[in-house]
């Protein structure tokens, strides 16, 4: 088993070790997550699932908060800023702390990195400790980051959604090496709080494997990406609570198409059980996803414990 395999199929301690109650964020108009790439990804699926719970939230990528704040909010001052970010190092979400500092808003850090820049230029750090061997592509400390934001936002995270977690990632795992054969076009589609896990999904894959993956909201992949769809399309659908049924008929519009699909909570060439709570279905198939793209990697004798072009942080 490569190095990168063992922070996916060994993160589960470190979940457990995180799954302290936390306090939870602070009240504010707006609750602003932040974050680049993977933590951004992340950002988007906090967001959604904070404002399914009452608390208004959005998500901007981090350099965008320090550049342009007032395109995504208004009264951007008044925000509860929560930044994310595995390495605390990434320049980008360090200014973007500073400078909502600087306006008067508080940060919340989320990281693994308990002494890093981040945590210096934030009001409270919630941290868990990741798997030591991980390198540039983020597994664990993604799912670890997702785990601690859904904390925060008073999303009960428990054992069940670790077994859950264990159980998709091993389903996954029997599965892949059919599902993937002969296929280079990736499509992840989720909704609401999916949306951040499908792009993460697709943001792995590439990283990897250095194949063409997207994500879209379920129903608008018909409003045009469709038309790339064919026998080379692999589609990894994430069911969500609100319209699996008409998710199911896309997924069988897919299938007819040439697509052969996955089916997270739903139907597909393969279903995968995601038996937990919609509001922790996420974090549930995080790890089945980051092992799918080390399994593309894999098939193409790609090595991902140093992707092309990719560094473990990015600093300007
Ligand atoms: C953010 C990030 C990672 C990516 C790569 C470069 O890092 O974009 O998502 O995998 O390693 O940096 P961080 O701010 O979460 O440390």
């Known amino acids: 088993m490569g190095i990168t395999e063992q922070t996916i199929v060994e993160q589960f301690p470190f979940w457990r ?14 609750t602003v997550f932040v974050g680049c790439g993977t933590s951004y990804n992340l950002a988007l699926s906090l967001a959604a ?11 901007v990528p981090a350099r ?15 925000a509860h ?29 989320i990281t693994c990195a308990a002494g890093s820049g981040l945590a210096a230029e934030s009001d409270r750090v919630v941290f868990a400790e990741t798997h030591p061997a991980e390198g540039i592509v983020m ?9 601690l934001g859904l904390q925060l936002i008073g999303v009960p995270v ?12 091993a389903a996954t795992d029997r599965a892949a090496k059919a599902l993937i054969a002969g296929r280079s076009h990736f499509v992840y589609l989720g909704g609401g709080p999916l949306y951040g896990i499908a792009i993460e999904g697709a943001l792995k894959l590439l990283e990897m494997s250095q194949t063409f993956a997207q ?3 379920p129903l608008e992949y018909r409003h045009g990406p469709i038309s790339l769809l064919d026998e080379r399309t692999v589609g990894v659908m994430l069911y969500g609570d609100a319209r699996p049924d008409d998710e ?6 897919m299938q007819a198409k040439g697509a052969r699909i996955i089916g997270f909570g739903g139907p597909g060439d393969v279903t995968i059980d995601v038996a937990v709570a919609p509001e922790v279905a996420g974090l549930a198939v995080l790890p089945a996803l980051q092992l799918l793209g080390e399994r593309v990697a894999e098939a193409r004798g790609l090595d991902t414990v140093q992707p092309r072009h990719l560094t473990k942080v990015v600093t300007l």
């Open 17 to 30: 070790a995180a799954l302290a109650p936390k306090e939870g964020l602070p009240a504010a108009p707006v």
């Open 49 to 59: 699932s904070a404002n399914a719970k009452g608390r208004a939230a959005i998500a």
């Open 64 to 78: 965008e908060w320090v550049d342009r704040p007032q395109s995504y909010w208004p009264a951007w001052r008044q």
């Open 81 to 109: 800023v929560v930044a994310l970010s595995r390495s605390g190092e990434t320049t980008e979400t360090i200014a973007a702390a500073q400078a909502s500092r600087a306006a008067g808003a508080r940060v919340t850090g």
């Open 139 to 147: 597994t664990s400390s993604a799912s670890l980051m997702l785990l």
């Open 158 to 169: 428990g054992e069940s959604v670790v077994g859950a977690a264990e159980a998709a990632l």
């Open 215 to 217: 994500a879209f909201h």
């Open 248 to 253: 199911a008929l896309l997924v069988g519009e």
